[in-house]
């Protein structure tokens, strides 16, 4: 009876907390906007607290959301930026008489005999439930990712959230049309709810990466998972922040990892890992030196028709050569519409920011002397005051995770110091580049893992 007691009590504050990020969200929202009308800049560092005090301590989709909204290009000021970058969750885990019972209704009531060992207390959090270590009848040590309760309605509800903050920016600042965006971040975090799917991302990256070593993609057990629940093997590694100050070697072999984690399923697969974060991350060691990267999430991921890497090739080309036709060509092979000549220009200081690294063949920095966090930020303040002038542009949905990934890249090369001759590391990716080979290693791979080809 305590413990169906407790159960009740744990809904009822959860949506309590809903209800209150609502109210709050909204309050924070009516500052902005009343600042903004009476000629205020808003760009108050009260009210940035405001608002992370707002989303601060919830678990759950709210917190990618939040991150979704400091990456977009002057949606919100830099000090609401920083604020919703600080975030971090802060909600209590399950405790082990809820895990049990979650655990019982995805795997039946005889579910801890199908486990060599489970560890009931949680040793992660992730956005949407809280990773438990156990190991499989054999030994094989393991990471199950339990989803929490009742995700589908704060999803909802968090979405709900986030359309409101987009519907409010397009009447104060309609340079740049949210609606693409917006519905491209909903479909991405609806996904995420699904593990049965993201146990199928993480097959298709072990079929994508087959070969190289730099890159470690833990091993499905589909007999321990549920739509709600995914068993993957342990990957042992340490944090990447914990090599800022490694040999200089050393960082540029993770760096080269990162690279080719990233850049190669897109450039074979049409496929990329939309979520920067570095908690997506670790090292692996052997022999006592670190080697490689674990790629640990597979949640956000976001697969391409072949014909959007196509564009990638394209403008990377078309910016080489100066070609401007085959610039234009690659925006409107991405969706975007309506293009003028001053239009293009303004694409195109993103652009030559995004592709510099790649076009510039010498060892370099990502970034000469710009911190991971105000990676992107100056070249975005450049577009969007552009765009007041020459706009609006509506931002295709395609490109909306692609251009947060490369900026959550690039902000792992600065972290990493890392100096590496990008050019080259991209020449390679594209050598045999082509859209009919594309399509058929695409087709390959995503029927090995179950999955549907893009429309």
């Known amino acids: 009876m305590a413990d169906r007691d407790n159960e009740a009590n744990r809904f009822s504050a959860r949506a309590a907390r809903y209800a209150r990020v609502g109210a709050n969200m909204g309050g924070v929202a009516a500052r902005m906007a009343g600042a903004r009308l009476m000629g205020v800049s808003g760009r108050d560092s009260s009210n940035a607290a405001a608002l992370a005090q707002a ?31 600080k975030l971090q969750s802060e909600a209590p885990p399950m405790g082990a008489a809820f895990v049990k019972r979650r655990m019982q209704a995805e795997l039946g009531p005889n579910w801890q005999s199908r486990f060599g060992s489970f560890d009931l207390a949680p040793a992660a959090a992730a956005s949407l439930g809280q990773v438990h270590r156990a190991a499989t009848k054999e030994g094989e040590p393991l990471a199950c990712k339990l989803q929490y309760p009742d995700m589908q309605s704060a ?42 799917r993201e146990a199928k991302h993480a097959a298709l990256y072990a079929r994508t990466l087959e070969g190289i070593d730099e890159v470690r993609v833990p091993k499905v057990h ?24 490694s040999p200089v070697e050393i960082r540029n072999r993770l760096a080269v990892a990162m690279f080719k984690a990233w850049w190669h399923p897109f450039s074979h697969a049409a496929v990329i890992h939309g979520d920067p974060h570095l908690g997506n991350y670790t090292v692996f060691s052997e022999n006592g030196e670190a080697r490689g990267i674990n790629l640990l999430d597979y949640g956000c991921i976001r697969i391409f028709h072949p014909r959007f890497v196509g564009g990638v090739v394209d403008l990377y080309r078309g910016l080489q050569t100066g070609d401007r036709a085959r610039i234009v060509h690659a925006y409107e092979t991405w969706g975007f519409k309506n293009l003028s000549n001053e239009l293009i220009d303004i694409l195109n200081i993103w652009a030559s920011f995004i592709y510099g690294p790649l076009l510039d063949d010498r060892v370099r920095t990502v970034a000469d002397g710009v911190k991971p966090g105000e ?12 765009l007041k002038e020459k706009g609006p542009v509506t931002v295709p949905r ?9 900026v959550g890249l690039g902000a792992v090369f600065l972290h990493l110091k890392a ?37």
């Open 55 to 85: 989303l601060g301590g919830l678990k759950g989709p709210i917190m990618k959301v939040a991150q979704l909204l400091a990456t977009i290009p002057d949606l919100i000021p830099p000090e609401y930026a920083a604020e919703l970058q």
């Open 419 to 455: 100096e590496l001759n990008y050019h080259r590391l991209f020449e390679d990716e594209i050598a045999r580049f082509s859209l009919e080979n594309l399509a058929q290693r695409q087709a390959e791979v995503l029927s090995a893992a179950g999955l549907p080809r893009p429309l």
């Open 155 to 196: 999803v909802e509800a968090d979405l709900g959230q986030l359309e409101f903050v987009f519907a409010l920016h397009r009447r104060m600042d309609p340079v740049i049309d949210t609606r693409e965006i917006s519905k491209e971040i909903g479909e991405r975090v609806r996904e995420e709810l699904d593990y049965e």
């Open 398 to 406: 395609e490109f909306v995770f692609m251009d947060r990934a490369a």
């Open 375 to 386: 990676y992107g930020r100056r070249q975005a303040f450049e577009v969007h005051k552009a």
């Open 222 to 245: 589909p007999e321990l998972s549920t739509r709600r629940l995914l068993s993957l093997s342990w990957l042992e590694g340490e944090k990447i922040l914990q090599f800022t100050e």
